[in-house]
């Protein structure tokens, strides 16, 4: 039995209506690998979410 522990899909978002939330929902389980602008984008939403726990 073989064990696949990757997955590469192509997902359509509109990221003009929640596409960065709908990346995120599925947490740490994935990572954009592009277009770069996508990616840049997904790494800036995740860093303000990390500016709202910082300090505790």
Aim: net charge neutral.
């Amino acid at each position: 039995m073989m064990k696949m522990d990757r997955l590469i899909a192509l997902i359509m978002i509109l990221l003009e209506h929640d596409g960065y939330d709908r990346l995120l929902t599925f947490g740490d389980k994935c990572e954009v690998l592009g277009p770069p602008e996508i990616r840049s984008g997904s790494k800036a939403c995740v860093r303000g979410i990390m500016r709202k726990y910082e300090g505790e």
